[in-house]
Structure formats: structure tokens, C-alpha cells
């Protein structure tokens, strides 16, 4: 009696050849809008960060009695690796002193002070923004920097406020850059912005980017924000963001 043929199993040489072409023309074509996904996250975390520091900063205001502003910053070349994530804190003003000092000096260090999602940063739009949403000015590392650094300021009685903000240094976000988070020289400065406005003036308008993406472009950074960049209206009478493109 014969003993049933056996089937060969497994595959060819050529089939898993096909099999891996196959795999790498899919990766190819996903891999591209996992990464838009991932950023449309970082986008939106960012946008959602910034609201609830304005909420709280408002909260504050009207607590308190006295003018608060949410500050942002890019952090201090410290690390080396260039541009730092952008950070948002909240701050207070000395009535007296007609200061500001982030709220955290009343806590531990700077924990109340939080890096902003991903590589995704917020620029002020008064100021640079002077016609046809053209960036004026922004083609260098340093004038980026300036770009994000800003204060959103809120009066006593919740109201966003156009205010001159000078920040207290002594604060540890601002110490040496072997331990602070950001450069104290970037902030209190008093130059004019192209349209004559105070660079230290609070905004009530601000865009959303990728810093990243933006030091890349290089000299076209400011096309690249205007393109890419986010706008975001803030509602001078809750502090409320109004995303749009």
C-alpha cells in the first residue's frame, strides 16, 4: 500500500519577494500620513495647552485682584541641540513693583511652567503681522525667538488687556542656562517692532507652528508660518481661543 504524497509547505523565493514588495509599498504610502497625523496631535495639544493657561491665567486675574498673563518663551539654547521646545507659564503682577513673577515661585521651582507639545510653538501675530498676513522680519534663529516670546495679559476683571509687561528674572526659569528654562536677555525688551508697536506690549492674537519645520526653512521662515502657521484670535472678553486657518 503506498503511503500518501506529502505537499510541499511554505513559500517560494519569489513569493516572499512579491510578499515584502508588498509591504514596503504600503509603509510607503502610510508611513507619510502617519507622521501628518502624529503632527495634527502635537497641533492640537499645543492648542489645548495654551487654552487652559489662558482659562487659569484669567481665573487668576480675577481672584487675585491684580493683572495676570500667560507668558511664552522658546527655551534657552542650554542643551545645545539649537532651538529648545517653547514653554508656557502663568504670571502675576506686583502691584507695587509692576512686575510680573511666574505663579510657581510660590510653589517648587519652575513645575508650574510646562513645555508645549512636540516641536509645535506659539508666535505672536501683533506686531509682525502688518499686511496680507506677511511675517515681516522673520528669516534667522533670533528673530524667531523674538517672535515667541510674548505675554497675554488679563485685567482684574477678566478682560484681556493691552499692557507693557516687564518680567522679574530672578525667577529660576530665567537663571544661568545651566539651569533655567528660558534666556533672560529674550524678555523686558523695549524695542519697536516694524509697525512701531512695543515688542513688550501683551497680544491679543497669536499663531501656532512648528518651530522645527520653521528653522529648516531658513530664510523663508516667514513664509513657512504664514503657509503652515495656525491663527488664533483670542476673545477679549472670556480669554476663549478661536482657532482658524
Known amino acids: 500500500m503506498k503511503s500518501p504524497t506529502k505537499q510541499k509547505t511554505g513559500f517560494t523565493l519569489v513569493e516572499l519577494m512579491v510578499v515584502i514588495a508588498l509591504i514596503a509599498l504600503l509603509a510607503g504610502a502610510t508611513i507619510p500620513s502617519m507622521i501628518s497625523v502624529f503632527t495634527a496631535g502635537a497641533d492640537s495639544q499645543a492648542v489645548n495647552l495654551l487654552s487652559a493657561q489662558l482659562t487659569a491665567a484669567r481665573a487668576l486675574a480675577m481672584r487675585e485682584g491684580k493683572y495676570a498673563a500667560v507668558h511664552v518663551q522658546m527655551g534657552s539654547k542650554y542643551d545645545g541641540t539649537g532651538l529648545n521646545k517653547c514653554y508656557v507659564g502663568i504670571m502675576l503682577e506686583d502691584p507695587v513693583l509692576h512686575v510680573f513673577r511666574p505663579i510657581s515661585g510660590y510653589l517648587n521651582g519652575y513645575s508650574e511652567i510646562y513645555p508645549v507639545p512636540g516641536t509645535m510653538a506659539f508666535g505672536q501675530i501683533d506686531g509682525y503681522v502688518t499686511d496680507a498676513n506677511a511675517y515681516t522680519g522673520i528669516t ?23 499692557r507693557k509687561v516687564t518680567i522679574d528674572t530672578s525667577h529660576d526659569a530665567f537663571k544661568d542656562t545651566d539651569v533655567g528654562i528660558w534666556n533672560p536677555t529674550e524678555v523686558n525688551v523695549t524695542t519697536t517692532e516694524g509697525d512701531g508697536r512695543p515688542s513688550n506690549l501683551s497680544v491679543k492674537a497669536v499663531t501656532v507652528f512648528d518651530s522645527q519645520k520653521a528653522v529648516l526653512s531658513g530664510a523663508k521662515m516667514n513664509d513657512y508660518i504664514d503657509k503652515e502657521g495656525q491663527f488664533l484670535p483670542i476673545n477679549v472678553h472670556t480669554g476663549l481661543l478661536h482657532p482658524r486657518r
Open 140 to 162: 534667522d534663529e533670533a528673530s524667531l525667538r523674538a517672535f515667541a516670546t510674548f505675554d497675554i495679559v488679563f485685567s482684574p476683571s477678566g478682560a484681556l488687556a493691552l
